[in-house]
Structure formats: structure tokens, C-alpha cells
């Protein structure tokens, strides 16, 4: 079976002299899969307990202990070996040698090659350097590597064999794994912050018959008992809304959503997001409500409110925060004049001067948008609030009472990206229902990301749905901010990518 193996995939001498090995243990009735060995310790359980622990005091410890992981450098030296091995925990060294495991488990062990996961059971010593040392009295092979892992100092090199073997990534990559053990965490403290602040986690569906709830174009697939097109969620915000008709008052969902659009250092179509809404309360309350989880989740993950993003120093303290209205952030922020952004045609010859796209009858408040994005959105490194965004790009949200031409919206950014979208919440079925038919004329234009009409979440909001507000938050983003990660590809496992050719 394994040389019919060689032969399919022409694998290099590297793996074919590994194939080799593993026919020569077979030979000797070892089994290159076994199950049944007990892990029952920790690297990082051993130095905790015994680091602190002399060279003396180490020959006098009458314990065994029985570890297990991969093998991840070795050194031999004929009648002895020195390998290190790596579990979930981190990495310890171990050592065989021929007096202790007998000639015939010392040769077998010789076949053993670096990738393969073992069994490890012995003592605690210090070598002659200092170094804390697990005395093998047996190994056990567990799993037979056959593919050679990464050169042990250049490792993985090339960015897209890095995300598309992830499980190479992590064996080879300290920073990668400490990466994905953060993004847990953080996911944690998020979790915990909105729970002791009275918020109900909730599941609300991933297939849509209808999308809503963002500006984006959804995946199709199609249902077919129902036989009918469904959709995969862009967000879940219309039917968390329908739980605050429904009675709860304060609700969090964090989950994936799907948006058909391109791949960047930023955008992935299956991303995951929380959002959370709040009866009773305002965008503003939302604010303050903001500061404090970013500052809670940085204390707890980084031990600070004060981190550094690439080379930046980011001050997340709460009640530093800046609040700036959208108008007013592209004079002072964007250093334009009301006479260019709110001068439709002279806007409009602006963006296509600098090679932005304008659509027939396109509002102007998405010429805003375009730019704000152009010439604000990266200058946002502290931060900071853009709030009162222009009703006709705000179609979820609430009217300003003062200014009926804004929202009470805001989006938060920091890093010269968005982080968070959110906003008082409209609950007039009326308004709401005028809000669908302006979105669904926008589409019949040709905009593929503007809203559905959606019958059944109007009919809720003609039930009664408080006064609320509520918030987007993009997990991956933020575990980007307090990983200190360039690329959304860097804190998720496994990015969308091309086929293999």
C-alpha cells in the first residue's frame, strides 16, 4: 500500500526514505497508527511544577510522567539522542538513549523521524547545561509522519502555502498559534463583557429567505425540498431585532456572516461578527457601552489599554475616544469645502478625476461616502466616533429628531479601518417601509448590494419594537488590532483562497 502511495504522488527521496522506514517498523510489528496511549501531562504543567527545581532535588523526585506531541528536532548521537518534542502547550526536550530503552527499542526508535507524533514516558533531569530534561524509559510512535515538515529555521516562507496548509503553519509557527490562542480569549472577554452587562446570547439563522440587515450581495444556494433560492445571512441584524419585539431586551449573536465580495488585507467573505442590541437605549449609550468592552478586552488579552499596531501606538483607554460628525470629519479630517461635498456635480467630477466610479442617478451621500473613504477613513488611526451619517446611506437607522437628514449612526474606526457600524434603531413600520422601496429602486438600478424588501420584518416592527440601538463589531478585525496582524488572513484559519491549480 505505502509503495503504491510513492508511486501516485512521485514524492521526492525525502518522503520516499521515510515511506521506506515506515515499511521497515511495520516489518518489526510496529504500528505506524496506534490508539490507546494515555497522555496524562503537560509540558507546560512539568515546568510550572518543577522548573524551579536543582539538579539534586530532580534525582530525588520518584515520579513518572507521560507526555505526548510531535517531533520537532533531533540529535543523535549513536547510543543516545536528544530530541525535542512539541505538544499543545509548548515544546521540552527529551532523551533516549540505548542503556535505558534496551538495543531493540533504541534501533526501532532510530527509524523515527522528525513530524512524527510519539509517546513519551520517563524522569525529570538536567543536562549538563542546565537544561530540563524528560529521560525517556520508553516511546511509543503514535503517528507516522511521511511528509517532512519545514526547514527548522526558514520555516514556512511563501504567505499562501502558510494559509492553505494552516496545519503545517501551526506545527512551524510560534506566533501563529499564539495568534489563534489570543483570538480565543478575545472571543471570551467579548462573550463575558456582554453577559455581566445583562446581554442574552442568542442563535439566529445563517440561510436567509431574504437577505437584509447590510449593504452587501449575498450568496445564492437554493433549498431543494422547498425548492426555492435561499440566501446565506450578510447579517443577522433583522432577526435579532425581531427577538426585541418579541420581548428581550438585551440580545448578542456571534456568529459568521457571508458576503459575496472580493479578498483583501481586509475583507474575507465568511467573516465572523457580534452584534448586540439594546431596548431602551441610544447610539450614545452605545458609545460609552463601546470604551468600555474595548478597554475590557484589551486589559484582560494584553494586560494594557495602551497597545501598538504596527509600529502605532494605540490608546484604547475609555473616555479618550474621539466623536466627530461625518460632515464635519471631510472638512477637518478630509480638508475638503462644503462648496465640493455638498455640490453634487462638482463631487461627482471630483471622484471621477481621481478614478472612482459614478452611477447614473447615485445620491449624494454615497458621493460623500466615496469621499470619506478616499481621504478620511485611513486618517482615523486614534478611535474615534463618525457619527450623523446622511439617511440616504443609512437605511436601518433611526432619523435624527434635530436634522431629519442624518441618522443617529455612527462607525467606528481605528487603524484607518472600520471596526463597528451602529446606530439607533428605526422602528417606525412606516419609514422603514418608505427606507425598502428607496432601497429597492436603488436596485432595480443596478445596485446589487441595496436592501430586499422584507414583509415579515415590517409586519414585526408593526407589532411594536422598542426604542433600541445596536452594534456590529467584526471579531476578525478585532483580533487583527490586538494581535498586532496586517492581513484578516493572519487571525483566520483557514482564509478563503484560489483553488490549487
Known amino acids: 500500500m505505502l509503495e503504491s502511495f510513492v508511486d501516485r504522488d512521485e514524492l521526492n527521496e525525502v518522503v520516499k526514505n521515510r515511506v521506506a522506514k515506515s515499511c521497515d517498523l511495520m516489518d518489526a510489528g510496529i504500528s505506524l497508527y496506534p490508539n490507546g496511549f494515555k497522555k496524562e501531562d503537560d509540558f507546560s504543567q512539568i515546568r510550572a511544577e518543577y522548573e524551579g527545581l536543582d539538579a539534586e532535588e530532580l534525582e530525588t523526585l520518584d515520579k513518572e510522567f507521560a507526555c505526548a506531541g510531535r517531533i520537532v528536532g533531533l540529535r ?39 513530524g512524527d507524533i510519539v509517546g513519551v514516558v520517563g524522569t525529570l533531569f538536567r543536562t549538563k547545561t542546565g537544561e530540563l530534561t524528560l529521560e525517556c524509559k520508553s516511546v511509543q510512535l503514535l503517528t507516522k509522519s511521511i511528509r517532512p515538515l519545514p526547514e527548522k529555521y526558514h520555516g514556512l516562507k511563501d504567505v499562501e502555502i502558510r494559509y492553505r496548509q494552516r496545519y503545517v503553519d501551526l506545527i512551524v509557527t510560534p506566533k501563529t498559534r499564539e495568534i489563534f490562542r489570543k483570538r480565543t480569549a478575545i472571543v471570551r472577554e467579548f462573550r463575558r463583557f456582554m453577559e455581566d452587562n445583562g446581554f442574552m446570547e442568542v442563535e439566529t439563522p445563517m440561510m436567509h429567505p431574504i437577505p437584509g440587515g447590510a449593504t452587501a450581495r449575498p450568496f445564492v444556494t437554493y433549498h431543494n425540498a422547498q425548492e426555492h433560492d435561499m440566501f446565506m445571512r450578510i447579517a443577522p441584524e433583522l432577526y435579532l431585532k425581531r427577538l426585541l419585539v418579541g420581548g428581550f431586551e438585551k440580545v448578542f449573536e456571534i456568529n459568521r456572516n ?90 461627482a467630477a471630483h471622484l471621477k478625476s481621481r478614478g472612482e466610479k459614478v452611477m447614473e442617478g447615485e445620491k449624494l451621500a454615497k458621493l460623500q461616502a466615496k469621499l470619506f473613504d478616499l481621504d478620511v477613513e485611513q486618517e482615523l488611526v486614534q478611535p474615534t466616533f463618525i457619527y450623523n451619517y446622511p439617511t440616504e446611506i443609512s437605511p436601518l437607522s433611526r432619523k435624527n429628531e434635530d436634522d431629519p437628514r442624518f441618522t443617529d449612526r455612527y462607525e467606528l474606526f481605528m487603524t ?31 445596485d446589487d448590494e441595496a436592501h430586499y424588501m422584507d414583509e415579515d420584518y415590517l409586519r414585526a416592527l408593526e407589532y411594536g419594537m422598542p426604542p433600541a440601538a445596536g452594534q456590529g463589531i467584526g471579531i476578525d478585525r478585532l483580533v487583527m488590532l490586538l494581535t498586532d496582524s496586517p492581513s484578516i488572513r493572519e487571525v483566520i484559519l483557514f482564509p478563503l483562497l484560489k483553488p490549487e491549480s
Open 76 to 114: 543523535s548521537f549513536g547510543k543516545v539522542t536528544f530530541f525535542h518534542v512539541l505538544d499543545n502547550s509548548g515544546k521540552m526536550q527529551c532523551y533516549a538513549a540505548r542503556d535505558s530503552l534496551g538495543a531493540e527499542l533504541y534501533q526501532k526508535f532510530k527509524k523515527f523521524d522528525i
Open 258 to 347: 457571508f458576503r459575496n465580495e472580493g479578498v483583501s488585507t481586509q475583507h474575507n467573505p465568511e467573516f465572523t461578527m457580534c452584534e448586540f442590541y439594546w431596548a431602551y437605549a441610544t447610539f450614545e449609550d452605545l458609545m460609552d457601552l463601546t470604551e468600555e468592552l474595548f478597554g475590557h478586552i484589551a486589559q484582560k488579552v494584553c494586560g494594557t489599554t495602551v497597545i501598538t499596531y504596527q509600529g502605532q501606538e494605540i490608546d484604547l483607554t475609555p473616555g479618550t475616544w474621539r466623536r466627530i460628525g461625518f460632515l464635519e470629519s471631510l472638512k477637518v479630517i478630509g480638508g475638503h469645502s462644503e462648496e465640493l461635498y455638498e455640490d453634487y456635480d462638482k463631487l
Open 416 to 446: 484607518g479601518r472600520e471596526l463597528g457600524n451602529a446606530f439607533s434603531e428605526l422602528n417606525d413600520p412606516v419609514d422603514q417601509r418608505l427606507r425598502f422601496l428607496d432601497q429597492v429602486a436603488e436596485k432595480e438600478a443596478g
